[in-house]
């Protein structure tokens, strides 16, 4: 699973980053406050209503449940060992992005756009209505998105989509604004890249001690 080759040096991910890391800085200096006004005053209801169900589509817990049960039946049946592989990876991605948002929300405590102190930080807030920053349904997506296009090229348009709807969904729901998302967005690339420099391991661990194993598939 391995890409041979540490995924920093890759010149397209750096150039990926840097896009995330300027549209977050154009958020913090004023884009946000513009986006989440125009999206307060033009966006008609119903879409309101269209970008809740898009972001209940992408619950984390969703993600896992998926990736659990996929992964028990490639396992047992011992079929399968790309799918095998991803419901690992993203199981393990999901979890380390998880703990890195959650940490991240509570250290920088920001106001949600549909709060009175709306982009406000309140440092380490514990409170739910100051867990804008970052946004975690968009950083689940980019985990969900990162390992499919990795193991699965054909669906790289998919992955680009998910992403791009996750976090403009999160936008008009008025729950997160565009900084929340470019930063969810990298933090989720970065963790699936990060784990999997480390998958071999992980399989090799899992194969040794666990029967019947992914050698077999």
């Known amino acids: 699973m391995s890409s041979g080759k540490p995924f920093w040096r890759s010149p397209a991910l750096l150039v990926l980053l840097g896009l995330l890391a300027a549209l977050a800085a154009a958020g913090l200096l004023g884009l946000d406050q513009r986006v989440t006004q125009v999206v307060q005053e033009h966006l008609p209801k119903k879409w309101h209503r269209v970008a809740d169900g898009i972001s209940l589509l992408g619950e984390s817990c969703g993600y896992a449940l998926v990736a659990a049960i996929l992964l028990g039946w490639t396992w047992r049946t011992r079929r399968g060992r790309r799918l095998w592989q991803a419901c690992l990876w993203l199981l393990l991605a999901e979890a380390v992005a998880a703990v890195v948002v959650r940490v991240l929300k509570i250290g920088f405590g920001r106001w949600r756009p549909n ?85 071999p391991g992980v399989e090799r661990w899992l194969a040794a001690r666990v029967a019947p194993g992914p050698a077999t598939m």
Request: with cysteine; proline share 5%.
């Open 115 to 199: 709060r009175p102190l709306a982009g406000e930080f309140e440092f380490f807030d514990l409170r739910s209505k100051c867990h804008s920053f970052p946004s975690g349904h968009t950083a689940d997506a980019a985990v969900v998105a990162t390992v499919l296009w990795c193991l699965f090229p054909r669906l790289r348009p998919f992955c680009v989509a998910w992403v791009v709807l996750m976090a403009s969904a999160r936008i008009c729901a008025l729950q997160h604004f565009v900084a929340d998302t470019a930063v969810g967005a990298a933090l989720g690339i970065l963790c699936a890249l990060l784990l999997r420099q480390h998958m």
